[in-house]
């Protein structure tokens, strides 16, 4: 009998959201090695913080191309990860490429792919801000992408209909759930033990703990300065407390948290933790401030309030379920915004209910069920994620 000849889906990241986001993917392609062959290549836009999630995820890239450089520009991340994925997809010649999300890895996979006339799938498509500038590169990142796409992998009900709006055919568009859950579960959330190095850290903090990280381009410069104002003054009006900065490692955001922050008794600013340590640290948090686009979803799954510091967020269902609220980059909002939840019990109790509007662990089954049908290996088309059928999945079990 003839061996099926089994389609060749190349996965394509670079840095650590998408390290994390993919993670459930990867293990349900290998799940499904009789029926897909994969590759996995990695651009290592992003070095230690892919490293550390490699790690976690026990994946052995199949290339890596080890671009990044301290200190890269968008224009040399964009040349430098454009050549190398053209000529490493023209030897592997795979029959999809797979990215997620918006950074200029997922931008150059897909528009490398195209140039070798490579079908792309979208994970994680159809966010949008309508604002060009905010995120900062990411919005046309991920619009550019969407165009290149060939499957859109929305993660909501809404992303799906931003999709349509704009013209992509129905038939491309497949509602999965958001990838972060099915990770998120991979790390047993809320039910797993701290890891030592996490625990290690909330034992050197006292009292409440709110967790922080910021990175985002538009929130370097004047926007750094005013969170960093706004923290300075919540550790003082509240002495019982202290404020975990795990650390982007870049040189910009390192250089300006230690300079306003670096001394202060009740502000612990640390290494980036990985994705066992991570977690917990988030169900443990009594509040996250934070502009990331991933921790926003983790933290509706959790149940910890999370108050995001942008003006402008491509990810309204963890706001419209209360679990979020976009505070901007003003110092007297967000500590307004923080005054309150540190001081109202009942306006706390309304943000931390745990809610799961972006997935319900199902999304890496979905997506390659997606590809099955899209390769005819399967003749029924998945049924789509729906946010009303979904609460047997909640992430429940933040620890007392
Ligand atoms: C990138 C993505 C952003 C995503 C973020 C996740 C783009 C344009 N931006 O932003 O969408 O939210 O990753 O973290 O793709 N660095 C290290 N080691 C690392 C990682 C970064 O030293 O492991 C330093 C390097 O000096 C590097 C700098 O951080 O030059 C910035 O990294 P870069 O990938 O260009 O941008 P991010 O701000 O990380
Ligand atoms: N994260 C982590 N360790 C850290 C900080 C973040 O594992 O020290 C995880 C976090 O849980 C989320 C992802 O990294 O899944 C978010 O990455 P980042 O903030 O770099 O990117 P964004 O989501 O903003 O694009």
Redesign the pocket.
Known sequence: MDEMVRPHICLIY????EAIKLAPVYRELKQRAGVFDTTVVVTA????????MLTVFGIKPDVDLDI???????SQ?TCRALEALQTTLHRLAPDMVLVQ??????FTGALAAFYEQIAVGHVEAGLRSENKYS?F??EI?RRMTGVLADLHFAPTPGARERLLAENTPGEQVFVTGNTVIDALQMMNAGCAPMPDATARLVEQVSGRMILVTV???ENLGVAFTQICTALQRIVHDFPDVSVIWPM??????RRAAEEMLGDHPQILLCE?LDYFGFVPLMAAADLIITD???IQEEASALGTPVLVTRDTTERPEGIAAGVARLVGVETDTIVTAATELLTNPSAYARMSEPTSPYGDGQAARRICDVLEFHFGLSERRPEDFSTTDHDDATIAGRPQ
């Not at 836009?45 to 550390?52: G, V």
């Not at 999300?101 to 997922?106: I, K």
């Not at 982007?248 to 955001?253: L, S, T």
Request: charged share 20%.
């Open positions: 670079g840095t650590r959201p836009q992003h070095r230690q913080l892919l490293d550390q990044m450089r301290e200190g890269q520009t968008l991340v999300g918006d950074t200029t890895t997922v995120p590169p990411e990142n990175h985002r381009r982007h490692p870049n040189p910009i955001v980036p990331s686009g991933g």
